[in-house]
């Protein structure tokens, strides 16, 4: 049984690029979040996605931006990068929007 | 705005020793969820406690819910190097899977 996986698992960027992030959900789950982490911090909230739909949205920019495809499936967007973006973005499953999660990996995001 | 607060947020010590880990807050939660997290890998759920007052086990670590459900701890029996991690606390406010997360206890156990 596959759990959260992420693509790619690091990513070296140039200030004012643009980037994709992919999540597979774990197998039976139907609700993905987005959150990001810095170096020895706890993770902070991005975005929910639930039947396609932006459920939730936590304090980030409208650069920050998602999407959920009909098999689970997630994307993160992230435009015009920042320095202060560099940080593990990790993703999540869950049944129907509850907790507890299943986190994968993340993809750790450099910006020069 | 609900916060965790978690203290300390580094520690290290030698292997054999007991610790403990605070996560408080000045709101109610009705529950809070701990979360064990390697370099290199996500957070892993470590337990979820629901009742005030609740007591759970998992082998060497005890996790406590306190009784007015504003703050829990987690305590650590002869730590073992594979112990070392950064451990988090986190909350479902709403109960809606966005989790608010404590800002993380480094832990290293040496040898």
């Known amino acids: 049984d596959a759990g959260v996986t992420q693509s790619p698992t690091h990513l070296i960027k140039t200030r004012g690029q643009q980037v994709t992030l992919r999540c597979s959900p774990k197998?039976?789950?139907?609700?993905v979040s987005w959150y990001q982490q810095a170096l020895g911090q706890g993770p902070q909230f991005i975005f929910q996605?639930?039947?396609?739909?932006?459920?939730q949205r936590g304090n980030f920019p409208d650069r920050f931006s998602g999407h959920q495809f009909p098999n689970y499936s997630s994307e993160l967007n992230v435009n015009a990068l920042l320095l202060g973006d560099s940080a593990l973005y990790l993703c999540a499953s869950s049944i129907y929007r509850a907790s507890p999660l299943h986190f994968g990996n993340g993809t750790r995001l450099t910006v020069t | 705005t609900q916060l965790l607060e978690q203290s300390p947020q580094f520690l290290s010590i030698q292997e054999g020793e007991n610790l403990t880990v605070y996560c408080n807050s000045s709101?109610?939660?009705?529950?809070l969820q701990w979360y064990r997290q390697e370099p290199g890998e996500g957070p892993v759920l470590l337990v979820t406690v629901v009742t005030g007052g609740e007591v759970k086990k998992l082998k060497r670590l005890t996790f406590q819910f306190g009784d007015a459900r504003k703050d829990s701890s987690l305590h650590i029996t002869a730590a073992q190097p594979g112990d070392t991690g950064l451990y988090l606390c986190?909350?479902?406010?709403?109960?809606?899977?966005?989790?608010?997360f404590g800002q993380g206890t480094t832990l290293q156990v040496k040898p």
């Open positions: 996605y639930y039947e396609e739909e932006e459920r």
């Open positions: 986190a909350g479902d406010p709403s109960n809606t899977g966005k989790l608010i």
């Open positions: 197998s039976g789950h139907d609700t």
């Open positions: 709101s109610v939660f009705s529950s």
